[in-house]
């Protein structure tokens, strides 16, 4: 799985790479540009090099590689290569955050690598200019094949660009506050005053927290802010501010959508609990948004597509939900330990009745019960351990377990000197 906190590498992170056939269909297809941006004209110039390259070709040549049989003249490919990469190297500044450009950088990585191009060496010629549809013998633009993918559908396009489903992360705040990390690290915060969770190019999430008590060193979230930045033909930008007592099921401007533009729908709000849950749906980039008010607090729960977590710069570094809590902002044992109106005893109670799974989710849940000294708090975990079953999309990472020292492993991390050790009592009554 891609590190949201490293730079995205070179070779696409996808798996095997896309076949020529459907890289250049797709982006000859894909409406997905920014008005700035000039990667249309770039996949449109590609195409246009390409076009005797691949007449005549079947598809089963083109999947095989094109470097036998006579199918495809890689010398002319890898020309058409090169010119694809220079052009979107001259767009680059101007496309920063478009989903389209990023994917035909990753696609021309991979078909160099795949048809043995070097970086170096000459180009394809200019495209000649378009010819007038209303000449003899020019049939209709766009006679025949598949209907253009929805720029506004991130899954869609996706999954027809590489040929599977994407890849997903998952992050959530919750209680006093604990966070859960892309990584599946799990800190609990101070993280007094507003931080943010998110920060990059589609999207900025910020949770401001306060003291639960006067003079407690644990805070919980009081307010959130989600901005989902302006795409294109998708979304006008749209802000989210949530309070305490004050979960609005419409954005700051009164709408519940992303506005008039075509991919408007793209981004939604729903409930199904007015004044405690709400959901943000975002399919243009491919995210789930979840917050909820329980006791007291803000819980915030997230499923986002990886190419959308990876897309910030060095300057947006600081996001709790890339790198977790700052260590001088995470929680000594000793400050976990802390007592309150609430025995320990019963704490454990309380948690086990809903988390019976003694895993990082109850000892959050008991830590809350503890702070706050309310049972109500035990709701913050449970419900935070039902998004993570809806969000991961790998479920055996759902229960994270901690050791005597207070790090928080996986579970088959957590498991594997258990049974090392169960296996060596074995050997010695044998």
Known sequence: MGDPGQPPSPRSPYGSPPTLSTLTLLLLLCGHAHSQCKILR????YVSSTLSLRSGVSPGVLRGGGGRGGGVDSSGLCRALRSYALCT?????TCRGDLAFHSAVHGIEDLMIQHNCSRQGPTAPPPPPPRDPALPGFGPAHSSGPPAPDPCDYEGRFSRLHGRSPGFLHCASFGDPHVR?????FHTCR???AWPLLDNDFLFVQATSSPVASGSNATTTRKLTIIFKNMQECIDQKVYQAEVD??????EDGSINGGDRPGGSSLSIQTTDPGSHVQIQAAYIGTTIIIRQTAGQLSFSIKVAEEVARAFSAEQDLQLCV????PSQQLSQSERNRRGAITIDTARQLCKEGLPVEDAYFHSCVFDVLISGDPNFTAAAQTA???ARAFLP????????????????SSATFLAPLLSGLFVLWLCIQ
């Open 42 to 45: 770039c996949n449109a110039e």
């Open 89 to 93: 190297r001259r767009t680059a500044r």
């Open 181 to 185: 990390s892309f990584h599946h690290h």
């Open 191 to 193: 993280v007094q005053g």
């Open 246 to 251: 004050n979960l609005p099921t419409a954005f």
């Open 323 to 326: 790198g977790g809590c700052p």
């Open 385 to 387: 351990l039902e998004d």
């Open 394 to 409: 790998d479920l055996e990472k759902l229960h994270l377990f901690p050791s005597d020292a207070g790090v928080l492993l």
